[in-house]
Nanobody
Framework: QVQLVESGGGLVQPGGSLRLSCAASGSIFRFYAMGWYRQAPGKERELVAVIRSGFSTNYADSVVGRFTISRDNGKSTVYLQMNSLKPEDTAVYFC?????????WGQGTQVTVSS
């Protein structure tokens, strides 16, 4: 069982930056693929970025060049650095940990991009 706790969301103006953090419990964090997803009102949850145990990454086309996912295995934490934020980035952002058939979710953190 893995517990995930996100933090770092908030209100930011267009063009601004935020860094989300997701702290995980458990001693085998380094084996998990970690992902950030988001869900805007009335829309389906979508993958934003993923970082695997070998540190390879993938990003949604809409965030390439603006968002960076990283992980610190020593702190069992995954980060999402979000730059050049746009109003369309407004959503609840969820952290996910996946290993084989196991998948765990955090409670989500709200990101609002508005002037």
């Amino acid at each position: 069982q893995v517990q995930l706790v996100e933090s770092g969301g908030g209100l930011v103006q267009p063009g601004g930056s935020l860094r989300l953090s997701c702290a995980a419990s458990g001693s085998i964090f380094r084996f998990y693929a970690m992902g950030w997803y988001r869900q805007a009102p009335g829309k389906e949850r979508e993958l934003v970025a993923v970082i695997r145990s070998g540190f390879s990454t993938n990003y949604a086309d809409s965030v390439v060049g603006r968002f960076t996912i990283s992980r610190d295995n020593g702190k069992s934490t995954v980060y999402l650095q979000m730059n050049s934020l746009k109003p369309e980035d407004t959503a609840v952002y969820f952290c996910n940990a996946g290993l084989g058939d196991a998948s765990y979710w955090g409670q989500g953190t709200q990101v609002t991009v508005s002037s």
